[in-house]
């Protein structure tokens, strides 16, 4: 791939000086002929939409001007851009591009990659020219197996239309060790540590799109991850090698990103939050791959486990294609809600994760649609963290230039992927309001919830309505700069003195909250909040293969604090 992409950029810069000179009217000088091994091709490759066996698979739709070998059957696709990649934690970011300021969230809703970003684009000259108006289609033979390899699954992944599936093979480890299995989480699913040595050969990956910091990606996929049925449950393997949509990368997972994808949503879980389930993180005792952050690191893989694999991106992936039938079809499933209907549960389901975030500090990191399920929970945590002090400015990931996706705008961006979906749908004005305002009211019911839960009282409607005052003064002594915990733990335990004259305005606001209070029951027995170890530590300790001390670093984690 080095030496395709350099024979690239070399055949782009010849192109780009030879036209200069054309246009100076300097002669050409003769150059010899290229070996006939080797031919200019230029070609668009495009997801088909008809739904035949011979097109079931695709690539980007990129286009691009490469010298390839003509006798080759296949050749890699380039990259679109630097975001192109869903669910690629371990891939070097690039500098992406300005939003486009005519950008409107009203009407350019669905739109691919506009002209303005067209240097983020491989071609072989500095215009459109030589790009052929029609794309070529990619075909690959045709696959036999694919309905054996979705009969068993009982959720949506089997109504994806053929096209946007592809028969994936799962290159397992040769030398596998179990770096951490979460028997709890397994046993939830009905799983046990023999899912570990049953992972198939075969595994299935689908297309879906994607809104990646403001720009929307018409085709991504499973670039790294494939899923297969175990006991009629859907898992889910990242860093199986690479797929249909792997594009130039290798579809390889590095020990650390794996293993923080773990603990972050092992430790979501515990604090009673929505999440995927991950499973186990199996990695290489001898292979390793090559990541900008470590240099070389284990390869690892890891599985995990969900009630749908469903993305927002998948949806939008139909919708671009015009196959509003299908995805309405997996939207609604079997039940027999209307799609306006349909759409407001999936605007619930995402509220409520959302406003347990931001309850309990979460900043996520990667909120495009590609990482958000219609199940209402979201996949990616390898860049997320729990803030311990009130910061909704704070945003760690460096490939977010412009900090869209921050703490404090996590409600609003995911708000915009819910109307962007459903204006996809061509819904009228008045039935996205509704859904959007279900949205809002339905994200403030249900983070007054969690906050007065975390006060240490029972959640009840009639002292929710007591409380609901007392959120905007609680935010204001959020952001006076004390440790967030701290501050739930005074409450909780009423020791309220504790920060009389540290926090401004505490004395007041206390006063307040012991009035509307009074008279509804505490809870029993408060959860302790658990904070996941540091990551840089497990960074440390995946890159060094210690294992055994990365688990008794987790599990010292999970270990409720000293009273």
């Known amino acids: 791939y080095s030496f395709c992409t350099l024979l690239v950029v070399m055949q782009s810069l010849k192109s780009a000086l030879a036209e200069r000179d054309a246009r100076r009217g300097v002669p050409q000088k003769k150059t010899t002929e290229q070996p006939s091994s080797f031919k200019k091709q230029s070609r668009e490759l495009c997801w088909s939409s008809d739904d035949t066996d011979d097109s079931q698979s695709g690539d980007l739709k990129i286009s691009a001007t490469c010298s390839t070998n003509a006798n080759q059957k296949r050749n890699p696709p380039l990259e679109l ?202 990695a290489s005792t001898t292979a390793v791959i090559a990541r900008e952050r470590a240099g070389l690191e284990p390869q690892a893989v890891l599985l995990r486990c969900s009630s749908s694999w469903i993305r927002f991106g998948t949806l939008f992936q139909l919708l671009y294609h015009s196959r509003v039938a299908d995805a309405t079809n997996i939207l609604v499933g079997d039940s027999k809600q209307s799609l306006a209907s349909a759409l407001t549960s999936l605007a619930e389901r995402t509220a409520n994760t959302t406003a347990w975030w931001q309850s309990h500090g979460l900043y996520h990191g990667t909120l495009n649609t590609d990482n958000l399920l219609i199940n209402g929970v979201t996949v990616d945590h390898s860049s997320s963290e729990f803030l311990r002090i009130y910061d909704p400015s704070f945003c760690s990931n460096t490939v977010d230039v412009d900090k869209m996706y921050r703490f404090g705008n996590q409600p609003s961006v995911v708000r915009g992927h819910v109307e962007r979906l459903s204006r996809a749908f061509s819904l009228d004005s008045s039935t996205v309001a509704a859904i959007l305002k279900r949205y809002d009211a339905f994200y403030d019911r249900r983070y007054l919830f969690y906050t007065v839960q975390r006060w240490g009282l029972i959640p009840s409607k009639e002292c929710c309505d007591s409380m609901g005052h007392l959120i905007s003064g609680w935010v204001d002594i959020l952001k006076g700069g004390q440790p967030w915990l701290d501050l739930v733990d005074a409450i909780a335990s009423e020791e309220y003195l504790k920060y009389r004259v540290l926090v401004t305005g505490w004395s007041d606001w206390v006063h307040r909250f012991q009035q509307a209070s009074e008279g509804f029951p505490r809870l029993a027995r408060r959860k302790s909040f658990l904070f996941p170890p540091d990551m840089v530590m497990i960074n440390k300790l995946a890159d060094s293969k210690q294992w055994a001390e990365l688990n008794a670093l987790v599990t010292d984690a999970l270990l409720p604090p000293d009273p």
């Open 81 to 282: 851009c630097w975001c192109s990649s869903s669910d690629d934690g371990d891939v070097p970011p690039q500098k992406r591009p300005k939003r486009p300021e005519n950008t409107s969230n009203d009407k350019d809703l669905i739109r691919v990659v506009p002209q303005s970003t067209a240097s983020i684009r491989w071609y072989s000259s500095s215009d459109d020219t030589d790009i052929p108006s029609k794309p070529t289609k990619l075909k690959r033979p045709r696959t036999t197996s694919y309905s054996e390899h979705l009969k068993l699954f009982a959720t949506k992944l089997s109504k994806l239309p053929k096209n946007m599936v592809s028969i994936s093979n799962i290159v397992t480890l040769s030398d596998p060790a179990v770096v951490v299995f979460d028997s709890e989480q397994a046993a939830f699913w009905g799983l046990s540590e023999a899912v570990l040595s049953s992972i198939p050969k075969k595994g299935i990956s689908h297309a879906y799109s994607g809104n990646q910091f403001g720009i929307f990606v018409p085709h991504l996929g499973d670039g790294r991850c494939s899923t297969f049925e175990h006991n009629g449950v859907e898992v889910n393997i990242k860093g199986s090698g690479r797929t249909e949509f792997s594009r130039n990368f290798d579809g390889k997972l590095g020990a650390a990103s794996a293993c923080r994808e773990y603990v972050m949503s092992k430790f979501i879980l515990k604090n009673g939050g929505p999440s995927t389930s991950t499973i186990a993180v199996l």
